[in-house]
């Protein structure tokens, strides 16, 4: 029972319990409100803040961590990711395509980069914890049927595109003298879907958060002027919006950011890029297997061969979550009931992920992003993504404007 106590196991079976109740009550899920306008407004805001108070305070408790300031600390984090929700939501901001997540992770570095945090504060900066939940609530939005009927060239793109930028990014980050555990989480988050690719090879590896955390703000950051440049590109080079939609959802590091750069082309540029990147995402589990059993076998050396012990031992068990709910909402629910869940799932994954960044933002200081002994991995991360954004180009360009046409 014991082994079934520590954190990443504690968090599957949280993603279980959040996964099943918005299966069977999905009306009396929290839901967080995009505006302050009015008592219903308020009382969605302090129900939600109340659902993740109690999901900190009793995985705390599971995992014995002191109890003592959460309430007070997650407090101050749920308003930052309020703030950023709210922002978000106005109009001119959206129409500019920002997500909340952006704005959370700038909130928390505006604040960490400016005072100094009390220690009171520190009690619900849990990063991981709360992203690694609502990793396991996006395996619930992602379900096979839809990727096969609409995605299957967005897979063969992503698959292509994952290996050869991950060998990539790895092999130029040891031309650049960067440790193996910071190159390896870089590729991930370089190749395959961003954050979530990052937080779940630090959990193979067992990296350092503070580097982690460097690299998902590299991420967010990253990602914000590409969301604009790339359509620009593509007008540039007339590109037809399905190319253009598959290079985005490529390249574009997170979901939402991806979804906002291809409504800028249009409908069916966005359309495309959603189905590539959740492409993608289906490829985080067999990548994290793989991560496993990589640095199972470096760490037996090369004449040791790992058991099957040593590799369930490394790989993540939250990405089992995501692959376990990935699985129930495809072949255990009606088509139409797991979307309807889905869009609940989606909601609560999106919230989480607010938290995460804003505790991310207080965690990392512009001194750490900037400083000497990060710079060869801010530039291998820079040449990494500027390789993936042409890569990427050419095998959309293939696939979708020769091979698809050619075969439709």
């Not at 106590?5 to 967080?32: H, K, N, R, S, Y």
């Not at 958060?209 to 590409?226: G, Q, T």
């Not at 804003?358 to 060869?376: A, M, P, Q």
Request: charged share 15%; glycine share 8%.
């Amino acid at each position: 029972m014991k082994k079934f106590l520590t954190e990443d196991w504690v968090i599957v079976f949280a993603g279980a319990v959040i996964l099943a109740l918005a299966a069977v009550f999905p009306q009396l899920m929290p839901v967080m409100p995009g505006t302050l306008t009015s008592v219903s407004d308020l009382l969605s805001a302090g129900y939600m803040f109340l659902f993740v108070l109690v999901l900190t305070y009793l995985t705390s408790a599971a995992l014995k961590k002191p109890l003592k300031g959460i309430f007070v600390s997650l407090l101050l984090v749920f308003v930052l990711t309020l703030a950023a929700q709210l922002i978000a939501a106005i109009p001119v901001v959206k129409e500019y395509g920002f997500e909340p997540v952006f704005f959370a992770v700038i909130l928390g570095l505006l604040i960490s980069n400016t005072v100094t945090l009390p220690d009171w504060l520190k009690s619900a900066i849990q990063s991981e914890f709360y992203i690694k939940i609502g990793i396991i609530c996006l395996g619930s939005t992602i379900l096979f049927s839809e990727v096969m009927k609409s995605g299957v060239y967005g897979l063969a793109q992503s698959v292509v595109v994952v290996f050869t930028v991950w060998y990539f990014a790895f092999w130029i980050g040891g031309k650049m003298n960067v440790d193996p555990k910071m190159r390896t989480m870089l590729a991930s988050a370089v190749s395959i879907c961003g954050v979530s690719a990052a937080i779940a090879t630090c959990g193979v590896i067992r990296g350092d958060n503070k580097r982690l955390s460097y690299i998902v703000s590299l991420v967010l950051i990253v990602a914000v002027p590409m969301m604009y440049l790339l359509p620009w590109l593509a007008g540039l080079m007339n590109l037809p919006e399905e190319v253009t939609g598959a290079w985005l959802g490529g390249t574009i590091d997170t979901t939402g950011a991806v979804a906002a750069s291809g409504t800028l082309v249009g409908e069916t540029a966005e359309k495309t890029a959603i189905i590539v990147k959740s492409s993608q995402n289906v490829l985080l589990g067999i990548a994290a297997f793989t991560i496993s059993l990589m640095w199972s076998y470096r760490d037996t050396g090369v004449k040791g061969r790992p058991t099957a012990g040593v590799i369930w031992d490394r790989f993540p068990k939250f990405v089992l979550g995501f692959i376990l709910a990935s699985l129930v909402f495809s072949f255990c629910f009606e088509p139409e009931t797991a979307k309807t869940v889905g869009k609940v799932t989606k909601g609560l994954q999106n919230t989480l992920f607010s938290i995460a960044f804003v505790c991310i933002g207080l965690e990392t200081r512009f001194s750490d992003i900037l400083g000497k002994e990060n710079r060869n991995s801010l530039k291998a991360f820079l040449i990494a993504q500027t390789f993936n954004i042409i890569v990427t180009l050419g095998i959309a360009y293939l696939v979708f404007g020769i091979l698809k046409p050619m075969w439709s």
